[in-house]
């Protein structure tokens, strides 16, 4: 489990759920670094809080598949 192994942030909390998913838990502030590292994770990452960093990764996956359409 390779999120587990890695260290991203001195707050950071790893905990695996009863339905074998992973949940990370940070106190950080919501940056770029923090919206394209949250972006790598693809189709396999759901952003539950906050909401404003939610709404980033979505606006930028929305606009992904806008750019691709063309």
Known sequence: EQLSLRRYHSTQKVERTARDTTVLRMCVGTSPDLVSWV???GAW???HAPESLRQKVEAEHRAA???RAW
């Open 65 to 67: 598949v806008v750019r």
């Open 45 to 47: 990452v759901v952003v």
């Open 39 to 41: 972006l790598g994770w």
